[in-house]
């Protein structure tokens, strides 16, 4: 084990490990980066605290400032931390339709938690994290949609704690949200290997999140690139669930469900490489543990049916 | 080709509320055409000069189109067309 001076010191360094039973074969690897592993148990602690020690630098952030941050959960569970232990105010924006837990984790490192609507899901807690921050011009929104601090975090940390653990890889997959993961580490590894493959795995929700009033309310996050894509998968929550399920029951990683549409993005690729004929090691990220999901009955639903109508209508990733 | 297109929610105004529809063509851009054909308006909701619209994203089997062909992806019989708006998402 290593030692760390703070807890804030010990973000990443997070370790790789095989996946000898989903693997297809062993010249076709699968290898997942348990970002769960994190102080708060999720890969978010890594942006989150390069935002604010970026903010921080170049002085944006001073002691006693308020930090505003449009989150569903797991970057305003980092932040939170951080503000805690650096003694800043947090005030959260998060739609209404997030698990209990999420909730509970943020007051209990003592942000407050104030709720946009759940219709049009996490578009709708950025529209009213602007608003608030308009109206508090004194506090900080370090907004990680377009905080290029995201991207370093990863192009810094993610990407060549992979690399250094995998110098064959030939595939890194991960989730599209912020776009900070793929954009960051994906542009070290692309630098590195210039042949790798960096693919995206989106999470397609129930239609509530869809329900925008016009197609011109829709968002690209700013610090999406698509050059730096190999390309992009949509993975709607059935596929995500069984993933998640098939991941805790042949290789005892119990994760939450967006590493389950990351997973199964990472099989699609297997399988080409399998077809093709073709050696690959793929990694993966895992982004938290499943104990913010438990509520949602999806891991001891009795089939796949319970667990994919377990989660209708919620944020999942 | 006959494909599977679904519809988001917003756009259903133009499918008399379906929430999927058959259309058929070889490429995106054909299929778009027939939709067209078959429901009036909606091929403008979805591309403009310049290809598919900003906040407009379509799949091809779950695959992101701009990373096939765009609108010259070839489709074939019984593929499915999902059209989304792009969203921010969940939790992050």
Redesign the interface.
């Known amino acids: 084990m290593t030692r760390y001076p703070s807890l804030l010191d010990s973000v990443g360094h997070t370790p790789l490990v095989g996946l000898p039973r989903l693997s297809p074969s062993p010249d076709v690897r699968l290898w997942a980066k348990l970002e769960d592993r994190n102080p708060t148990g999720s890969v978010?602690d890594r942006p989150a605290l390069a935002m604010v020690e970026a903010a921080e630098a170049d002085g944006t952030l001073t002691p006693g400032c308020t930090i505003l941050e449009p989150?569903?959960?797991?970057?305003g569970i980092s932040l939170a931390m951080a503000a805690r232990l650096k003694g800043y105010r947090l005030v959260c924006v998060m739609p209404e339709n997030?698990s209990a837990e999420?909730t509970q984790l943020l007051r209990m490192w003592g942000a407050e938690v104030r709720y946009s609507p759940a219709a049009?899901?996490?578009?709708e807690?950025?529209r009213v994290a602007k608003e608030i921050a308009s109206e508090n011009p004194d506090w900080v929104m370090l907004y990680?949609?377009g905080n290029p601090a995201n991207i370093d975090a990863h192009y810094r940390g993610t990407g060549p704690e992979i690399l250094a653990d995998l110098p064959t890889i030939t595939h890194f997959v991960a989730g599209l949200?912020?776009t900070g993961t793929l954009m960051g580490a994906g542009r070290y590894l692309r630098e590195q290997k210039p042949d790798i493959s960096i693919v995206?795995a989106?999470?397609?929700?129930g239609?509530l999140?869809?329900?925008?009033?016009?197609?011109?309310?829709?968002?690209?996050?700013e610090l999406y690139d698509?050059s730096v894509?190999?390309?992009?998968?949509?993975?709607?929550p059935r596929d995500a669930v069984r993933r998640t399920r098939q991941l805790l029951d042949e290789e005892g990683i119990f994760a939450g469900i967006?590493t389950g549409a990351i997973l199964h993005a990472a099989l699609g690729m297997a399988t080409k490489a399998i077809k093709a004929g073709v050696p690959a090691d793929i990694a993966f990220i895992v982004c938290d543990g499943g104990w913010k999901y438990l509520s949602t009955g999806v891991y001891d639903a009795t089939d796949l049916d319970a667990a994919e109508a377990a989660i209708e209508g919620q944020?999942?990733? | 080709m006959a494909v599977e297109v679904s519809i988001?929610?917003?756009l259903r105004t133009y499918t008399g509320g379906a929430k999927g529809v058959e259309a058929s063509g070889a490429t995106l851009k054909a299929v778009i055409d027939d939709l067209e054909a078959s429901h009036p308006g909606i091929a403008e909701?979805l591309v403009d000069e310049a290809g598919l619209?900003?906040?407009?994203?379509v799949?091809l089997n779950?695959?992101?189109v701009?990373?096939l062909s765009g609108l010259d992806t070839e489709v074939s019989d019984g593929d499915s067309l999902?059209i989304?708006?792009?969203?921010?998402?969940?939790?992050?």
């Open positions: 978010k989150t569903s959960g797991n970057t997030t999420r049009g899901g996490s578009n807690a950025v990680q949609y949200g912020t995206a989106e999470p397609r929700y239609e999140v869809y329900g925008l009033r016009n197609l011109d309310e829709g968002f690209v996050p698509a894509l190999t390309t992009r998968y949509s993975v709607g967006s944020l999942w990733a | 988001p929610t917003i909701r619209r900003r906040f407009v994203n799949y779950d695959e992101d701009r990373f999902t989304l708006p792009a969203v921010a998402g969940g939790s992050r």
